[in-house]
């Protein structure tokens, strides 16, 4: 079985600073790791993903997000952040890169600040 | 890219009412979605894998009778709350999986708030 936490339910950061969102999960084989983000009214979207290779794995709008399999971590950064990223962040774990296997976290809400 | 329509987005029946809930994937053809139910802060629970023309898998706990789906076409997967009652009060979420040469991608649709009084 796997699992996914994501620590940090709101997270605020001032515009032009650094985004932070911290996501580490366990499973019991190596993991196919997710972020997705869902803007206000919309379905969610794929941001990036790691199945295997590279651990540090870039997204889209500037995202990126670093394997650490020492950590079981998948933490999400950005340099700087705008004010159009202010959204909900789901952090997300499948064993196989199975959909039906896809385990996600409780979500951390991202404000950014003028 | 792919686009998932959910409707209605938000609903509010009486309780002892049944609800329906569509998904429809609008450019792209979905043997498979998926139906998620999510709690206030908390993460999103698969509920069912909805299969086009076959029965739909039910995950542990979910009651197949209250939560009926129905994939009759490529494009189209319902969910039916039957008889439904304030627990069964939530967010529903469902997704549809698109398989093609660059690999399988899951696109979602944007959800349906159901309360029942």
């Known amino acids: 079985a796997q699992s996914v936490t994501q620590l940090g339910s709101h997270v605020s950061v001032s515009e032009g600073a650094l985004v932070l969102l911290r996501c580490n999960y366990s499973?019991?084989?190596?993991?196919?790791l997710f972020w997705y983000v869902q803007y206000p009214n919309q379905g969610l979207q794929l941001l990036l993903k790691?199945?295997?290779?590279?651990?540090l794995v870039k997204g889209i709008n500037g995202f990126e997000a670093e394997f650490k399999k020492s950590e079981t971590s998948f933490h999400l950064t950005k340099p700087s952040a705008h004010m159009s990223d202010a959204a909900e962040y789901f952090c997300?774990?499948?064993?196989?890169?199975?959909?039906?296997?896809?385990?996600f976290g409780s979500g951390t809400q991202l404000t950014v600040l003028p | 890219g792919a686009v998932v329509s959910q409707h209605p987005s938000r609903v509010i029946c009486k309780s002892g009412t049944s609800v329906k809930i569509e998904c429809r994937s609008l450019?792209?053809?979905?043997?498979?979605m998926f139906w998620y139910r999510q709690f206030p802060k908390q993460s999103l629970m698969l509920m069912a894998t909805?299969?086009?023309?076959?029965?739909?898998?039910?995950e542990q706990g979910v009651e197949k009778d209250k939560f009926l789906i129905n994939h009759a076409s490529l494009t189209l997967s319902t969910l039916t709350v039957t008889s439904a009652h304030p627990e069964d009060s939530s967010f529903y979420i469902c997704?549809?999986?698109?398989?093609?040469?660059?690999?399988?991608?899951?696109?979602f649709g944007s959800g349906t708030q159901l309360s029942v009084l």
């Open positions: 997704s549809a999986r698109d398989l093609s040469a660059a690999g399988e991608k899951l696109f």
């Open positions: 499973s019991s084989v190596p993991p196919y």
């Open positions: 790691y199945t295997t290779g590279a651990t």
């Open positions: 997300a774990v499948s064993p196989s890169g199975s959909a039906r296997q896809l385990t």
């Open positions: 450019d792209f053809q979905a043997t498979t």
């Open positions: 909805s299969n086009e023309g076959s029965k739909a898998t039910y």
